[in-house]
């Protein structure tokens, strides 16, 4: 059974960092996109970044500078660094990834969610 399981968010000052993890369990064939979205409080969910298996990235405007998506095919794990934070990157961030199942079934998977909180 596939899981992930995300961590590494909390409440920080603006100015400060965060590094969000998004670790996948259980048997799969490969991962393909991983990304990160967001959803503040009474706003739509938002892509903040995504990773292709071939290592592009590419980031909404808002977090261009400041956020850095990478990942790591070993350990099946992607993360979000986020420097320079201010009070409207406050949300939900949630892990979303599309892994190819055996024998050859594409499927997306969502984390639980974590919460970042920004002060001011």
């Known amino acids: 059974q596939v899981q992930l399981v995300e961590s590494g968010g909390g409440l920080v000052q603006a100015g400060g960092s965060l590094r969000l993890s998004c670790a996948v369990s259980g048997s799969i064939r490969s991962i393909n996109t991983m990304g990160w979205y967001r959803q503040a409080p009474g706003k739509q969910r938002e892509l903040v970044a995504a990773?292709?298996?071939?290592?592009?990235?590419n980031y909404a405007d808002s977090v261009k500078g400041r956020f850095t998506i990478s990942r790591d095919n070993a350990k099946k794990t992607q993360y979000l660094q986020m420097n320079n934070l201010k009070p409207e990157d406050t949300a939900v961030y949630y892990c979303?990834?599309?892994?190819?199942?055996?024998?050859?079934?594409?499927?997306?998977?969502w984390g639980q969610g974590t919460q970042v909180t920004v002060s001011s």
């Open positions: 979303d990834v599309d892994l190819r199942l055996w024998p050859a079934t594409d499927k997306e998977y």
């Open positions: 990773v292709t298996s071939g290592g592009s990235a």
